[in-house]
Nanobody, 123 residues
Framework: QVQLVESGGGLVQAGDSLRLSCAAS????????MGWFRQAPGKEREFVAA????????YYADSVKGRFTISRDNAKNTVYLQMNSLKPEDTAVYYC????????????????WGQGTQVTVSS
């Protein structure tokens, strides 16, 4: 059974940094794509960043490009989202997701989801 557990959220001020973690377990993820998504109050869930466990190109939403970095530690089966220069508009619940195969941006294409971690950025 696949489990994704996010951690690292919190309350920070604008300009601060946070690093989110997503610990994955339950199977071998070498052929999987991993994504970070977020959902702000009253808004739809949206794509933030993605990578493949096997390596290659990383992808980012335009709104976070240059500020956020997605990475992975294969030995720890953990995916990270380093978030720098945080803005109040980054406030959301952040979710980790996994799917077998290539990276896609469509939420419905991801098979497994974590429970989410709250990030709040005050101005």
């Amino acid at each position: 059974q696949v489990q994704l557990v996010e951690s690292g959220g919190g309350l920070v001020q604008a300009g601060d940094s946070l690093r989110l973690s997503c610990a994955a377990s339950g199977r071998t993820f070498s052929t999987y794509a991993m994504g970070w998504f977020r959902q702000a109050p009253g808004k739809e869930r949206e794509f933030v960043a993605a990578l493949r466990w096997s390596g290659g190109t990383t992808y980012y939403a335009d709104s976070v490009k240059g500020r956020f970095t997605i990475s992975r530690d294969n030995a720890k089966n953990t995916v990270y989202l380093q978030m720098n220069s945080l803005k109040p508009e980054d406030t959301a619940v952040y979710y980790c997701a996994a799917r077998s195969g290539f990276i896609v941006f469509k939420i419905s294409e991801y098979d497994y989801w974590g429970q989410g971690t709250q990030v709040t950025v005050s101005s």
